[in-house]
Nanobody, 123 residues
Framework: QLQLVESGGGLVQPGGSLRLSCAASGFALARYAIGWFRQAPGKEREGVQCTNSSGDSTNYADSVKGRFTISRDNAKNTVYLQMNSLKPEDTAVYYC????????????????WGQGTQVTVSS
């Protein structure tokens, strides 16, 4: 059974860091693109970053450029999102999702989703 499980969220002060994990089971993550998305209350789900089957990454949110970094460890079947210099506006539920080999910007282009992990940035 294909499954994605996010972890690593929590409460952090502005300027702090978190590393989110997206652990895959039931399929070989190395063959697919994995995207990180986030959804704040009252807002649409937005793409953050994606890593494709070749290991290349794409940034979709200008607001996180230079602060967030996506990476993958195919041996562990896990994708990470390192988040540094966190700001209150980064507060959201963060989701990972899988699609074919190549990244896409829209949430509707992804096939399977994890349950999400809450990130709250507040002093």
């Amino acid at each position: 059974q294909l499954q994605l499980v996010e972890s690593g969220g929590g409460l952090v002060q502005p300027g702090g860091s978190l590393r989110l994990s997206c652990a895959a089971s039931g399929f070989a993550l190395a063959r697919y693109a994995i995207g990180w998305f986030r959804q704040a209350p009252g807002k649409e789900r937005e793409g953050v970053q994606c890593t494709n089957s070749s290991g290349d990454s794409t940034n979709y949110a200008d607001s996180v450029k230079g602060r967030f970094t996506i990476s993958r460890d195919n041996a562990k079947n896990t994708v990470y999102l390192q988040m540094n210099s966190l700001k209150p506006e980064d507060t959201a539920v963060y989701y990972c999702a899988v699609r074919g080999r190549w990244c896409a910007r829209l949430a509707s282009d992804y096939d399977y989703w994890g349950q999400g992990t809450q990130v709250t940035v507040s002093s």
